[in-house]
Structure formats: C-alpha cells, structure tokens
C-alpha cells in the first residue's frame, strides 16, 4: 500500500489481489538465502521492489537477491521467493514490563537497529498518542505516528521491520503515568547460521506444493552445500519435481568446481546417480556472470539461474513455453566470469551443460536448450515445457470430473476438455503436422476402458507430437475416485 497527504487530502492505493494462475509457465521459485525475511515460508513477489520489501536490499552475503534481480531485470513477471536459513534467532530489545520489540524475522539483520518511542498524553489538543520511529541499518526508516496506546501491537504488525510482542492484554504505556514519556531502545541478540542440508530439504517439499510456479531456481545451493550433500539434495529435489511433470529445475555448477574438467565431472556424477525422468526435470546453465550490483558499486558475479529464468519467462510470453530457450540474449548481465575457448565449451556442451556465450555484436547469448537426459525423447527444454503447459492445462480439465463414474458421457466430456487444450496448442504452432489429427491423438473409450474395469476409474492416453524436431510425447490421464488425478509420461 502506498499514500499520499496533501493539506486536507489524503490518499491511499492499495494493489489488487493476484492469486495463484496454475496455468501460467513463466513462474520461478527461487529458493536460497536472503538477508531477512521469512524463513521456510513461500512469498510471491511480482517486482524488484517487491524482492527489496519482503526481504531486504542485497547486502553481498548471498546469490539469490542477485539471481531475483536478474530475473525481473530480464522481464520475468512473477516468482516466489522461499527463505533458506539454518536456526536464527531475531534481533529484540525490552520496551516496558510484558512488551519486547521484536525484528520481524530472524538474524542478524537488525542488530544495532534503534527504535525510538514517543508518547504524548491527551489534552485539549486531543487524545494520548504514541509515534514510533524505527530505524535499521542499511533499511529505510519507517514512521508510525497518531497511534493509540491501545493500537501500538497492531498497527506496528504492518512493518517490515518490528513487532510488539506483549506478553499479556493491555497497553504498553500505563494511563495514569507522566503526561509525556520517551524509550530508545537498541536491537540487540540477532543470529544467523548457515542452511545446512535439512533446511534445503525442506524448502523442497514446501515448493513442490506450490501450483504455480513452473521453474526452479536454487543460486545459493552450491555454496551453502558441497560434495555428496549437494548432490543427494540435488537428486532429492528431482525426484520431488519429476513426478509432478509441470515444471523445470535450473541448476548452477557450484563455486568451487572451476575447471572444465570438474564440471564435466560433476554433471557426469548427476547424471550417474538419476534415471532419465528424474534428469528431464533439470537443466544446467553456465558459467556465472557478471552483472552491475543493485547499488551501483559495481559489478558482482552471479549464477546464471536467474537471469534464465528470467529469459525463459520473456520467450514465454513472447513465443509461448514450447519456443526454444536458446540464442536469446541475456539483458543487465554485461559479462562472463569466465571465459572458455571454443575446445573447452564443446567439452562442457557434449558433457550435458548449456552455456551462456558471449558473441561480438549481440552480447551475453544463451547457448543451449537441453535438459540433462540423454533420452532422446526428454533432451529438449522446449519439449519439456510445452508437457508442462499439457499436464497444467489437462489438471484443469480433468480434476472436476475425478469423482464422476466411468461412463461415455463422462468420457466424452474428457476428451472433449482434453482435445481443446490440444487444438490450441496446435494452432499455436507448438505441435508437428499440417492437420490436428496429425499432431495429436486422445484415447479414451472401451480400448481402454473395457466393461469390465473398475466404474471407479478412466483411462486416457494421449500422444503429441511437438513441433520439429519430431518426437512423440505420450501421457497416461488415470482418473480415480480412490486416488484423484494421475498423469503418467510414456
């Protein structure tokens, strides 16, 4: 909510609700470490300032602030941010007996923040009044003036950077004390420690409930976690997406594996541990770039996570989810942390990893569109992600009808929702073929549905062919009364 106070004119605008678009592919989440904000708790964030109110301006200690800022800076709309910290404790300081002033979320951030509190009784200029200044370092100041005592812990609930916290009913400040009272009060006993891998574990499960986002972002990941850790949550995260079939996994080569031989390495360890389902649900993107920093002190080097994400969200709305994420350009970032000769970017291509290139005349360029699947039915990105769109749009379809009875008319109506979805996907230019019946087929009749199955169950099956190059994409639609919605890849 913004306002605006003139003599005799006030204004307020608040910015209408937006919920959750299931069906929408250009959704991030990004899970990582903040400087303050909520821990383990998803928040959707539509803007840069969105990123810089809920958690905090960057202040160098973490990636993924850096990555947000790429992302919006490449025109992404919309992502969720899930705060990744190991135990914390939030900065506090004593107001008045049974009153703390509390930080609003926990870690250092607020140490040495100074609270100053004013209270003025009533008079004939009218009743008592409490105003209240906070003031954090490296934060804006924030103002609350004109409140009653008895308002103080509510109307301080709509800060960024404090809560009151009583610790029984009544007013902090006694009506029957001095006519004028004044506190200032310092934050003190704010910690922090890093995540450890049970952290990241479950900022995993909490993003896989979320509908909406469709691409994952982890910058901090390979700092925070190295060796066996790193590649176990890794492989923990794809076995969480894989299932899900809506959504895509970009990962960073972590900071500490530098040469192309421990990279190629790396990514041949990933695709040693997981089968080609798990592999298709991830892609990585490298090497890290260098891009100005928020504060204009110049440039930081950031993983490349971000401004993909980033990227693929403009392509989206540009060309729509099965266009290519390939030979597009990279906007804020001005360069590569490093630079590899044509030899060794073969190596790194043939070894699973896309790269960001820096061509003379067109700037930093993504070069590469596969996932890490050697499968060359689950190799392509665009593929991917023109299944994601399918498995969103055939949820929506199908989940009403999941506690109807296996009929024809129920059949029917599935084919029906399921064909539409399809028809516009064609249409688009995201499927193969001159005729729709060319590009896709949908199944679901007594071939595979006999008499004699369960009436509690349907089955649909459901072929597509994506546009060049040509593969066939198959899906298995299961609608039980026992066990919901089920889509199954072929």
């Known amino acids: 909510m913004t306002s605006t106070a003139l003599p005799g004119v006030s204004l307020t605008f608040e910015r209408a609700a937006t919920g959750d678009e299931p069906l929408r592919t250009d959704v ?51 992502a969720w941010v899930l705060r990744v910290a190991g135990p914390a404790e939030p900065a506090s300081a004593l107001w008045t007996d049974g009153f703390r002033v509390v930080a609003a979320s926990p870690g250092a951030w607020a140490n040495g923040g100074r609270v100053s509190v004013r209270y003025r009784a009533s008079s004939v200029a009218g009743p008592p009044v409490v105003t209240v200044r906070v003031l954090v370092p490296g934060e804006p100041a924030e103002i609350f003036a004109g409140m009653a005592p008895g308002e103080v812990v509510g109307r301080i609930a ?82 969480a997406v894989a299932p899900l079939l809506d959504r895509l996994v970009l990962l960073d080569v972590p900071p500490s594996v530098s040469t192309v031989d421990a990279v190629v390495a790396w990514a041949g360890e990933l695709a040693g541990f997981g089968d080609e389902a798990l592999l298709a649900a991830a892609a990585v993107y490298h090497p890290p770039l260098r891009a100005p920093s928020p504060d204009g002190t110049g440039l930081r080097t950031v993983p ?77 990105i665009a593929h991917r992600r023109l299944l994601h769109l399918l ?61 004699d199955q369960d009436p509690g169950q349907v089955v649909c099956e459901i072929g597509v062919a994506p546009a060049v190059p040509m593969e066939f994409i198959a899906l298995r639609l299961v609608l039980g009364q026992d066990r919901g919605l089920e889509v199954i890849e072929q």
Not at 310 to 337: H, M, Q, S, W, Y
Not at 375 to 380: F, L, S
């Open 304 to 380: 490349a996570s971000g401004h993909v994400a980033g990227l693929i969200a403009r392509l989206d709305a540009e060309r729509g989810p099965a266009g290519t994420p390939a030979n597009a350009t990279l906007l804020d970032a001005v360069d590569l942390a490093v630079e590899y000769p044509e030899a060794q970017q073969v190596r790194l291509f043939e070894g699973g990893v896309d790269l960001v290139r820096c061509l003379r005349g067109r700037g930093l360029v993504v070069w590469g569109g596969r996932t890490l699947s050697g499968d060359p039915r689950r190799v392509y």
């Open 28 to 78: 991030a989440v990004f899970l990582g470490r903040t400087r303050r904000g909520p821990v383990g708790r998803p928040v959707r964030v539509e803007s840069w300032n969105d990123v810089v109110g809920a958690f905090g301006p960057p202040d160098g200690t973490s990636a993924t602030p850096y990555a947000l800022r790429g992302f919006f800076e490449n025109q992404g709309r919309t």
């Open 158 to 239: 709509a800060s960024r950077l404090i809560r009151v916290v009583p610790a029984g009913a009544g007013s902090p400040i006694p009506a029957d004390g001095p006519i004028s009272r004044s506190w200032d009060l310092t934050l003190t006993g704010g910690t922090d420690s890093p995540p450890e891998r049970a952290d990241y574990a479950s900022a995993v499960v909490t993003q896989a409930e979320l509908p909406e986002p469709a691409l994952v972002a982890l910058p901090d990941l390979g700092a925070d976690l190295g060796g066996a850790e790193h590649t176990s949550l890794v492989l923990d995260l794809l076995a």
């Open 391 to 451: 498995v969103r749009a055939i949820r929506r379809a199908a989940a009403p009808l999941v506690f109807d009875v296996n009929s024809p008319e129920l059949r029917l109506s599935l084919v029906r929702a399921i064909t539409s979805v399809l028809l516009e996907a064609f249409r688009t230019g995201a499927l193969a073929g001159s005729r729709p019946e060319d590009a896709f087929r949908v199944v679901c009749d007594e071939t595979n549905n006999p008499p």
